[in-house]
């Protein structure tokens, strides 16, 4: 079992950064790859990024966002950079067993955390 909780959103002007973290309980966190989905007002929830064996981005975010994890701490991070008004959206973080290729579904990820808003004003 893996309890996953965000923090780090906000409210930012577009060009802004962030930087999003997803605390994880229990010592099984290494084992499971990581994932972070955003979903916006009346859209279904998206892949933003994952974290596996390698890194993969959503073409929307490539260049912009990185994913990365630290195991000693238990957390998975998202810096968002040049952040844009499309960017807004709930994001979530979550914990799968697919660790090559990375999965993007959200159905391959078996733990969610609650959610962060992030609000990107023009």
């Known amino acids: 079992q893996v309890q996953l909780v965000e923090s780090g959103g906000g409210l930012v002007q577009a060009g802004a950064s962030l930087r999003l973290s997803c605390a994880a309980s229990?010592?099984?966190?290494?084992?499971?790859?990581m994932g972070w989905f955003r979903q916006a007002p009346g859209k279904e929830r998206e892949f933003v990024a994952g974290?596996?064996?390698?890194?993969y981005y959503t073409d929307p975010v490539k260049g912009r966002f990185t994913i990365s994890r630290d195991n000693a701490k238990n957390t998975v991070y998202l810096q968002m950079n040049s952040l844009k008004p499309e960017d807004t959206a709930v994001y979530y973080c979550a914990a799968g067993r697919a660790w090559s290729p990375i999965a993007t579904m959200t159905s391959a990820y078996d733990y969610w955390g609650q959610g962060t808003q992030v609000t990107v004003s023009s």
């Open positions: 974290i596996g064996v390698s890194t």
């Open positions: 229990g010592r099984t966190f290494r084992n499971y790859a």
